[in-house]
């Protein structure tokens, strides 16, 4: 990365947590896992996801029980364009044949290359953020 991009990105795009599992990939079938149990609504967690979870939650719909759990995570709002950029994005929880049962709000930033998330506990359990 170009150091002085580097220097006008936020500070999120160097201080993360790195995500890497793999059951959060939209390939991954069945399972009840809960973000409710990993993040917090009191201190949101930025968090950028790599190989072989994903890079990015997806931005449609996966199927409900996919992404080892019953409620799967998607971003129904645009990701932001411009690298620096951070955005509130709803996160809708495909469940039963609603798209959208349950939703919350969670910032995204763009970094030049990748995006971090700043993660929330979901409404209530068995939702997940998906990954793709």
């Known amino acids: 990365m170009d150091s002085v991009l580097a220097q006008h990105l936020p500070?999120?795009?160097?201080s993360?947590?790195?995500?890497?599992?793999?059951?959060?990939?939209?390939?991954?079938?069945?399972?009840t896992k809960c973000d409710g149990t990993i993040f917090s609504n009191e201190f949101p967690t930025w968090v950028r996801f790599e190989s072989p979870a994903g890079t990015i939650i997806p931005k449609s719909a996966p199927a409900a029980n996919r992404c080892s759990t019953q409620g799967t995570g998607w971003i129904s709002t645009a990701y932001p364009s411009v690298a620096g950029l951070t955005l509130q994005a709803t996160v809708c929880y495909h469940s039963g044949s609603n798209n959208c049962a349950y939703s919350n709000t969670i910032s995204v930033t763009n970094c030049n290359g990748f995006y971090v998330f700043a993660l929330t506990a979901p409404p209530t359990c068995n939702l997940r953020y998906c990954t793709t």
């Open 11 to 14: 500070p999120q795009c160097a």
């Open 16 to 31: 993360y947590t790195i995500n890497t599992d793999s059951t959060r990939n939209i390939a991954t079938a069945n399972g």
